[in-house]
């Protein structure tokens, strides 16, 4: 039992997998490509609010090197990352890089996680961009009917439809074709971040310098929530992070972080990259640069233009140009956040449906939703059928509890990929690494302690709804995946041979 649930794919055979006529899909996209990718699903919301959250109640100007904390801790995330997609540039990322170093049923289990992380991080991310466009129609004198816009926190029964449309829209985008979603992703990115980049400027000219002081405030309060809310060190130790000081910073960090999360996505584009080998590394990295910049850059503005105490929650960065006599700023920010909510939402899709394909591919799921489309080379029927299922549930459910869920998985595949580098180093020292992690074990295992630490100052509660959600998965793999898998019939076939003698077998 437990050699077939940890029976490991080859990556030759994952490679030539991707060369089969009606599972192949198409390469167009380039180093650059995946770059504005990276750029485009990182950068949301979380560089328009967070920075007020965790600047008011954690790092106070500090919150700066809150995010470079974090960036350096996704890096080393990234760095494993690289070195696997250049190694396995296959469809799946995480999912795909456990199948070829931990064994089938890591990999389920991680391609399980990654289904519902995107899925609900594309269905959070919809509904967040519908807020958005009701806030600018209502600006403009246009008010959406209570039953057609968001349900957060009403009584009656509604349909948000604009948040539906997106996710439909950007369904039928993805299967058109990479090249074009592409295209208009680089369009969207670059309206998003000369957004970004004209609030940084014009920011940078009504910094007060003494909003710098404290830098890092010597106190603060501490809130830690109720039992299932507080974090799950303190649940089990009895103590929590400080939330001043230095450690306020760490503590921050934890939060920003969540801001970070998407660049992994571009790991599952490793298939439809003309040269993966090279190209990979580059855009994983490269977009976790540019966006780790960019966040440090906003915080130091906003913390400059209104001091930490009194920044606004809700919209930090808009109250304040608000704050300095500037409003017309806030309608600007307002239309950059819709903006970049957009391509982050396609991308979110975009990664959740190659995972899907490359675990219908290898048997786990139905094979039915692995062939591509005859003339676009997309994986039409799961884009399709994912594209469904979450446009009704952004349309219908507000996710505000489980969007937890997003950031318990992305930490979770942080963690099963930097492993999976060690593994890999020592089962196959023989496969050409076009990109190879600095420091093999070093790296990884910091990685792996670093997203650990972030994980533990998650509340209590995703917890148990992220095992609810891994055993509900368990069940799925031994009902139908384990039995169905190519692997597994590969190696009863090739056993049958060798018990035949018609051949020597190899899995």
Same mark, same amino acid.
């Given at each position: 039992?437990?050699?077939?649930?940890?029976?490991?794919?080859?990556?030759?055979?994952?490679?030539?997998?991707?060369?089969?006529?009606?599972?192949?899909?198409?390469?167009?996209?380039?180093?650059?490509?995946?770059?504005?990718?990276?750029?485009?699903?990182?950068?949301?919301?979380?560089?328009?609010?967070?920075?007020?959250?965790?600047?008011?109640?954690?790092?106070?100007?500090?919150?700066?090197?809150?995010?470079?904390?974090?960036?350096?801790?996704?890096?080393?995330?990234?760095?494993?990352?690289?070195?696997?997609?250049?190694?396995?540039?296959?469809?799946?990322?995480?999912?795909?890089?456990?199948?070829?170093?931990?064994?089938?049923?890591?990999?389920?289990?991680?391609?399980?996680?990654?289904?519902?992380?995107?899925?609900?991080?594309?269905?959070?991310?919809?509904?967040?961009?519908?807020?958005?466009?009701?806030?600018?129609?209502?600006?403009?004198?246009?008010?959406?009917?209570?039953?057609?816009?968001?349900?957060?926190?009403?009584?009656?029964?509604?349909?948000?439809?604009?948040?539906?449309?997106?996710?439909? /829209? $950007?369904?039928? &985008?993805? +299967?058109? !074709? %990479?090249?074009?979603?592409? *295209?208009?992703?680089?369009?969207?990115?670059?309206?998003?971040?000369?957004?970004?980049?004209?609030?940084?400027?014009?920011?940078?000219?009504?910094?007060?310098?003494?909003?710098?002081?404290?830098?890092?405030?010597?106190?603060?309060?501490?809130?830690?929530?109720?039992?299932?809310?507080?974090?799950?060190?303190?649940?089990?130790?009895?103590?929590?992070?400080?939330?001043?000081?230095?450690?306020?910073?760490?503590?921050?960090?934890?939060?920003?972080?969540?801001?970070?999360?998407?660049?992994?996505?571009?790991?599952?584009?490793?298939?439809?990259?003309?040269?993966?080998?090279?190209?990979?590394?580059?855009?994983?990295?490269?977009?976790?640069?540019?966006?780790?910049?960019?966040? /440090? $850059?906003?915080? &130091?503005? +906003?913390? !400059? %233009?209104?001091?930490?105490? *009194?920044?606004?929650?809700?919209?930090?960065?808009?109250?304040?140009?608000?704050?300095?006599?500037?409003?017309?700023?806030?309608?600007?920010?307002?239309?950059?956040?819709?903006?970049?909510?957009?391509?982050?939402?396609?991308?979110?899709?975009?990664?959740?449906?190659?995972?899907?394909?490359?675990?219908?591919?290898?048997?786990?799921?139905?094979?039915?939703?692995?062939?591509?489309?005859?003339?676009?080379?997309?994986?039409?029927?799961?884009?399709?059928?994912?594209?469904?299922?979450?446009?009704?549930?952004?349309?219908?459910?507000?996710?505000?509890?489980?969007?937890?869920?997003?950031?318990?998985?992305?930490?979770?595949?942080?963690?099963?990929?930097?492993?999976?580098?060690?593994? $890999?180093?020592?089962?196959?020292?023989?496969?050409?690494?076009?990109?190879?992690?600095?420091?093999?074990?070093?790296?990884?295992?910091?990685?792996?302690?670093?997203?650990?630490?972030?994980?533990?100052?998650?509340?209590?509660?995703?917890?148990?709804?992220?095992?609810?959600?891994?055993?509900?998965?368990?069940?799925?793999?031994?009902?139908?995946?384990?039995?169905?898998?190519?692997?597994?019939?590969?190696?009863?076939?090739?056993?049958?041979?060798?018990?035949?003698?018609?051949?020597?077998?190899?899995?």
């Amino acid at each position: 039992m437990s050699s077939t649930l940890f029976r490991t794919k080859r990556v030759e055979q994952s490679i030539l997998d991707t060369e089969e006529p009606e599972h192949a899909l198409k390469k167009s996209l380039s180093a650059l490509d995946l770059t504005v990718f990276g750029v485009g699903v990182i950068i949301g919301t979380g560089i328009f609010v967070l920075t007020g959250t965790v600047a008011k109640d954690n790092a106070g100007p500090a919150v700066a090197l809150a995010f470079v904390v974090s960036g350096v801790a996704c890096a080393l995330a990234a760095l494993c990352y690289a070195e696997f997609a250049s190694t396995v540039p296959v469809a799946g990322s995480a999912y795909t890089f456990s199948y070829a170093s931990l064994g089938e049923l890591p990999a389920w289990i991680i391609g399980w996680d990654l289904v519902l992380e995107f899925a609900l991080g594309t269905a959070v991310v919809a509904v967040g961009w519908s807020g958005y466009i009701q806030s600018l129609m209502d600006n403009a004198g246009w008010t959406m009917p209570d039953a057609l816009g968001s349900r957060e926190g009403a009584d009656a029964f509604g349909f948000d439809i604009l948040a539906a449309a997106l996710v439909l /829209v $950007l369904t039928f &985008i993805l +299967v058109l !074709g %990479m090249k074009l979603s592409a *295209r208009i992703t680089s369009l969207v990115v670059a309206i998003k971040v000369a957004v970004v980049l004209t609030v940084i400027i014009a920011g940078a000219f009504l910094i007060d310098g003494d909003n710098y002081d404290p830098f890092i405030p010597d106190s603060q309060t501490v809130d830690a929530g109720g039992s299932l809310q507080a974090p799950l060190i303190q649940l089990m130790f009895g103590w929590a992070p400080s939330n001043y000081g230095v450690m306020g910073i760490f503590t921050a960090a934890s939060v920003v972080f969540f801001a970070f999360i998407g660049f992994d996505v571009v790991a599952t584009a490793a298939e439809e990259t003309k040269n993966p080998q090279r190209d990979m590394p580059r855009g994983i990295i490269g977009s976790l640069i540019i966006c780790t910049t960019l966040y /440090v $850059l906003v915080s &130091i503005v +906003v913390t !400059g %233009m209104q001091h930490y105490t *009194r920044l606004s929650v809700d919209a930090p960065l808009a109250d304040a140009f608000k704050d300095t006599g500037h409003p017309w700023f806030a309608g600007f920010i307002s239309f950059g956040a819709a903006v970049g909510l957009t391509t982050v939402c396609m991308i979110l899709l975009l990664g959740q449906t190659r995972v899907f394909f490359a675990m219908s591919r290898d048997g786990l799921l139905p094979r039915f939703f692995s062939h591509v489309h005859p003339r676009f080379k997309t994986p039409h029927r799961p884009t399709i059928l994912l594209g469904v299922i979450i446009a009704i549930l952004a349309g219908f459910t507000p996710l505000t509890e489980l969007a937890a869920l997003v950031n318990i998985g992305t930490l979770f595949a942080f963690v099963v990929v930097a492993i999976g580098v060690i593994i $890999l180093r020592k089962t196959r020292p023989d496969l050409h690494r076009a990109f190879r992690t600095p420091w093999v074990p070093v790296i990884p295992i910091l990685s792996v302690c670093a997203s650990l630490w972030l994980m533990i100052n998650l509340p209590a509660e995703t917890w148990v709804r992220f095992a609810i959600w891994m055993v509900i998965g368990s069940g799925v793999y031994f009902l139908y995946g384990r039995s169905h898998s190519r692997l597994g019939r590969h190696e009863e076939t090739t056993e049958a041979e060798v018990e035949r003698g018609e051949g020597t077998g190899t899995a």
